[in-house]
Each structure stands twice: as C-alpha cells, then as structure tokens.
C-alpha cells in the first residue's frame, strides 16, 4: 500500500469537505439581512412569577399594549419620530397595565420604563435581529422573576409572533434549553461530517486493499 498516496487522497478529501461546508455556512448567511441594533424600537414584559395567574395577566397586558402602541406607530417612517412618540405616551401604557391589575383582582406593583434593554437574538423571516441592547419599553410585574415575553415594536413585527401562537420566551432558564439544542444539532451536524470522512477514507482504503 503506497501510504503516502493515500495520505493525499485524505487531505484532499478533507479540503473537499471543508470547503463544502464553508459553502454552505455562507449560503445561509447571505440569505439573512442583519438589522442594526439602532434601527428597531422592542417590547419586553417581565411576568411576576410564572403562576397561571400571573402568566395570564402578562399576556392580557401584552395584547393590549401591541395594540396600542402599532396604532401610533403603523404609518411612521422615522424611527426618531417613532420613539417621541412612544416616550411621551409612557403614561397611556402605564395606564393600560393599571387598568388590567385593577381588573384581575391583583394587587401588584409595576414599572413602565423605555430604555435600552438587553435582548437575545431573534429571527423574523429573512431578518435578524442580534443579541444586544435595543431601544424599548421594559414592562415589569410584580417582582419581574417569571418567564417574559418580547417582540418588535417598530417597525411592527409582533404580529409574527402572536401568529406562532406565543412569543419565544427568554430568560435564564430556558437559554439553557436553547443553547443546549443549538449545541446538540451542531454536534449532530460534526458527527454527520465525521462519518462522511471516515467513510470516504474505508472507500480508499478498500481501493489499496482490493
């Protein structure tokens, strides 16, 4: 067996498969448009626990608040004008989230803030939306410790997600999960390569043998 043949075989086998994967990791990027942290206006409501009741409340108030603040910014083009808009009507969320409490029976402390507010990475279509702080309204419950629900304010995405049915949830809890499948279907996709190779290399090596 001419060893040394069979080592060139090898390395070019494992140029051909880095590169294919190289291919294919920048075909699924040119496909997202990333957008700038400075070009979206987000909401994120902190629930007060994750009770049943709490939880309900938290998407009563989520409805509600999308609602109103798509209507003040549905025909603006600025994000400037955007967030003007949604600072000075701090006092109509906060009303709106008084009001909820008042009718669920829930004596419960809450804040209404617009900051920049720490977001992870979400994906709406073609468009992503990076890890990072965010311009946004910050609605926190009660003592803000159960699982929150976030979106796109402007421009007016969260429709997207009541169309999923919910939001993705996001706290430390569940990043876990998260980052354990992403970790698991990387892992999945390096076992997959690794077999291709080590196939490819008893295919040559039957070659030598035969």
């Known amino acids: 067996m001419n060893f040394k043949v069979l080592f060139y075989l090898l390395f070019f086998v494992f140029i051909l498969v880095m590169n294919w994967e190289s291919q294919n990791y920048m075909a699924a990027a040119s496909f997202h448009d990333e ?28 409805d509600e608040v999308n609602a109103t603040i798509t209507d003040w910014v549905l025909h603006i083009d600025s994000m400037d004008e955007a967030k003007d808009v949604i600072e000075a009507n701090l006092d109509e969320i906060e009303a709106i989230v008084a009001d909820k409490l008042a009718k669920s029976g829930i004596n419960q402390s809450f804040n209404v803030e617009f900051n920049r507010v720490q977001f992870p990475t979400k994906l709406y279509g073609h468009l992503v939306y990076p890890a990072g702080e965010y311009n946004a309204v910050l609605i926190t419950l009660g003592n803000g410790n159960g699982e929150n629900w976030w979106c796109v304010l402007f421009p007016p995405l969260c429709f997207l997600d009541f169309a999923n049915g919910d939001a993705v949830e996001h706290d430390e809890r569940n990043s876990g999960v998260e980052a354990a499948e992403a970790e698991t279907e990387t892992e999945g996709q390096e076992v997959e390569v690794k077999f291709f190779v080590i196939e490819i290399f008893d295919t040559v090596k039957g070659w030598f043998t035969a």
């Open 35 to 62: 957008v700038s942290q400075d070009e979206a206006i987000r909401l994120r409501i902190l629930a007060n626990s994750d009770s049943i009741k709490d939880q309900i409340l938290k998407r009563d108030i989520r």
